[in-house]
């Protein structure tokens, strides 16, 4: 018989009750961890768990937390009208052909657009957050506002980017969730390691690449859940609904020493590992799941808090309440999609930006401070990250492209160059500005960091070094593992 590792040992001796018990046991003791050997767990770590909230489409960065009063100003000039016009344009090439007026059929900016929201400071720290985000705002001093990310694709398929640091264009990478599952597994036997909450991106935009796991392994992927305690998870009850649970246990256990028996001939077979865990993890999930699901034991203050009773509120909140609930629980990543609407998604604002973006901050600003808050009240904050972002910015030129007259001119298009996210927790400073975008908006000039600095400094918090989470046979690229953002961690 081959050589058994540690990991081998217990990945096969986990497959049936007995071992699926010592295995939890291991892992509430820390002596196991998901990765493979010389990997695992290698700083002190700051964060138990990460909450990552995606907002599907381009957040404009210019009307949520990078003001550029500048902006107001000279609305309706070109660029080439400001004093910033060497700055802006020189510091590529490419923006003077993307800004050229006569370049009608390039979505040209003929005119920059002014801020279409007010902004106010908040907190001790002061803080400036737009109006439209004003629960945020009452966050302010828990918050780090990072202000100069970049990223590498102008068009939709940065939504995958973002996750995996790479192009669509490169195929499927393992996401940060991914690397976070392989390289610390499980705190809790009976949930997934990672949880996806919502609609995730369209198959424009890296459908489920967006939560996938590529190389790393299937069981390393997200798990799709819903809000509802009733039928949270497709398939995981059983279809005999005369089974007891005790019988479903002891078919299980029958169904483990089977597995194992294919386990020892097919030792290699990820995709056959995966899958026998996935039996068990659903027979466990099915009273683990709707609990966490299963609001009516938070206090009428709670439900207020991620606002609940709010139409606008209530579908969003109900999903940062149960990532809350699935931290609590030991879900090591959680990712939460919204403005899923079949295509590049509904933060898209090519037009009408004013009032498609003010909508739909509104549905997302309250459940997120909410759940700041609420994490903050419990002693939690300090062991949950909290991330908001989006693929990519908005231009600070209005968009010329649409036919009716009537809406031409009144969006933003895609912007790479420079865009902000917000972070809370996990050992991230409070009422901090990092990094910035020149006067317009247009560039990151302070602190650039590609998309994969955020994803170096989230395992940081989590206690990886994602130099040391390889995968054997597998060559990472320089870009793939990011640096470590030192200056938000407090």
Not at 317 to 328: D, F, H, M, P, V
Not at 412 to 423: L, N, Q, T
């Amino acid at each position: 018989m081959p050589h058994t590792n540690r990991r081998r040992f217990l990945t096969d001796t986990g497959m049936g009750m007995t071992g699926m018990a010592m295995t939890s046991l291991l892992f509430q003791q820390g002596e196991l961890q998901a990765s493979a050997p010389g990997e695992g767990r290698h700083l002190a770590p700051r964060a138990k768990s990460v909450i990552w909230i995606f907002l599907i489409g381009g957040l404009s960065h210019l009307e949520s937390f990078d003001p550029k009063p500048a902006l107001n100003k000279y609305a309706g000039k070109s660029i080439e009208e400001t004093p910033f016009a060497e700055t802006v344009l020189n510091k590529d090439k490419i923006n003077k052909v993307l800004l050229d007026p006569s370049k009608q059929k390039r979505k040209i900016y003929k005119s920059l657009m002014p801020l279409q929201t007010g902004f106010k400071k908040y907190g001790e720290s002061g803080l400036e957050i737009s109006d439209w985000f004003p629960h945020m705002g009452s966050c302010a001093d828990d918050l780090t506002l990072v202000r100069s990310m970049w990223t590498i694709d102008n068009n939709h398929g940065a939504q995958l980017t973002y996750h995996t640091g790479r192009k669509i264009t490169e195929g499927a990478f393992p996401t940060v969730g991914s690397w976070v599952s392989y390289g610390l597994g499980t705190a809790n036997q009976n949930l997934p390691h990672y949880v996806v909450l919502g609609n995730p991106s369209a198959d424009c935009c890296g459908a489920a690449w967006t939560h996938g796991s590529s190389y790393l392994g299937p069981e390393h992927a997200g798990v799709r859940l819903k809000v509802d305690p009733k039928a949270p998870l497709s398939f995981v009850r059983s279809a005999d609904k005369s089974l007891t649970p005790t019988e479903q246990q002891e078919m299980f256990g029958l169904l483990g020493k089977l597995n194992r028996q294919t386990g020892i001939h097919y030792p290699d077979d990820k995709n056959l590992q995966a899958r026998i865990k996935s039996y068990e993890l659903a027979f466990q999930m099915q009273s683990a799941v709707p609990d966490v699901m299963n609001f009516q034991e938070e206090t009428q203050y709670v439900q207020d808090l991620y606002g609940l009773g709010d139409s606008s509120t209530k579908a969003f909140g109900e999903k940062c309440l149960a990532a809350r609930r699935l931290s609590e629980q030991g879900v090591r990543f959680i990712q939460l999609f919204h403005g899923y609407r079949g295509n590049a998604g509904a933060w898209d604002s090519h037009r009408d930006i004013k009032r498609l973006h003010s909508k739909l901050a509104k549905e997302v600003d309250q459940p997120i401070a909410g759940l700041i808050k609420d994490l903050k009240l419990r002693g939690l904050l300090d062991e949950t990250m909290v991330v908001i972002g989006s693929e990519f910015g908005r231009t600070p030129g209005a968009e010329y492209r649409e036919s009716n007259k009537t809406v031409a001119g009144s969006g933003r298009d895609h912007h790479p160059h420079g865009f902000s996210i917000a972070m809370a927790g996990g050992g991230i400073k409070g009422g901090h500005v990092h990094g910035a975008t020149d006067e317009l908006g247009f560039h990151a000039v302070e602190n650039r960091h590609y998309v994969t600095d955020l994803h170096a400094t989230v395992l940081h918090q989590m206690g990886l070094d994602t130099t040391r989470l390889n995968y054997p046979g597998r060559q990472r690229l320089e870009r793939d593992y990011g640096e470590v953002i030192h200056d938000i961690i407090g």
